[in-house]
């Protein structure tokens, strides 16, 4: 199909970061940051992934903040990029951050665990 929704999805992240930096004054919006836009080939939706530092209800807020924002967002979109039709913007919850850590968190805890057996309890097993 080519790459123009890519294109005009990484066109929308930027200005959509832009806007939530400077533009969007609702404290519900927090800190967050734009991870991927995925733009269909119609250029009809653009669904926008995020990740948000808090707790669930911290999340929850960012949510209903975005949700709010988004009018606003969309209209801003269209002039700025100059779109015949601005797309319809989704908002997601980016959880792959989130898997990642986790992650990461279960194989220091490993190797932590690892390190404190000692090379005797190895041998002792082997008996």
Do not use: C, W
Not at 95 to 110: G, T
């Amino acid at each position: 199909m080519g790459n123009r929704p890519e294109r005009v999805g990484e066109a929308i992240r930027d200005e959509l970061s832009t806007l939530l930096a400077r533009d969007v004054h609702d404290p519900g919006v927090g800190f967050i940051t734009l991870t991927t836009v995925k733009v269909s080939p119609d250029l009809q939706l653009a669904r926008v992934y995020y990740t948000s530092m808090g707790d669930e209800k911290a999340l929850r807020e960012t949510a209903k903040a975005l949700g709010r924002a988004t009018p606003f967002l969309r209209r801003q979109i269209a002039q700025r990029l100059r779109l015949r039709r601005a797309p319809e913007l989704q908002f997601f919850y980016d959880e792959s951050i989130a898997r990642q850590d986790r992650i990461e968190q279960i194989l220091q805890n490993l190797k932590a665990e690892a390190a404190n057996r000692s090379p005797s309890d190895d041998d002792e097993s082997e008996d």
